[in-house]
Nanobody, 125 residues
Framework: QVRLVESGGGLVQAGGSLRLSCVAS????????MAWFRQAPGKEREFVTY????????DYKDSVKGRFTASRDNAKNMLYLRMNGLKPEDTAVYYC??????????????????WGKGTLVTVSS
């Protein structure tokens, strides 16, 4: 069974930084697209970023560009999200997910077959 477990969430003040981690088991991540999504209170789950298997291709939600950076360590089956300059509107449960190929739908939930349970990030003003 493929499983993803996120960690690293917490409470930070606006302007602060946080690094989220996601560890995968039951799968080799080298050829998999990994992504972060988030769901804020009262809102739909939304795309944050994806990163290709070799780390060479990434995309980000416009509002996080320049502040968030996705990275991965395939040897450790790990995905990371470094978040800098955090804003209260970044408050959400953050989820990692896996898709098995590059498609035009990677900014939607549809291609992702495995999801973690999420980790909560709360940014105070």
């Amino acid at each position: 069974q493929v499983r993803l477990v996120e960690s690293g969430g917490g409470l930070v003040q606006a302007g602060g930084s946080l690094r989220l981690s996601c560890v995968a088991s039951g799968i080799t991540l080298g050829s998999q697209i990994m992504a972060w999504f988030r769901q804020a209170p009262g809102k739909e789950r939304e795309f944050v970023t994806y990163i290709s298997g070799d780390g060479g291709l990434t995309d980000y939600k416009d509002s996080v560009k320049g502040r968030f950076t996705a990275s991965r360590d395939n040897a450790k089956n790990m995905l990371y999200l470094r978040m800098n300059g955090l804003k209260p509107e970044d408050t959400a449960v953050y989820y990692c997910a896996i898709a098995d190929r590059l498609t035009p739908l990677l900014t939607t939930q549809t291609p992702y077959h495995t999801w973690g349970k999420g980790t909560l990030v709360t940014v105070s003003s």
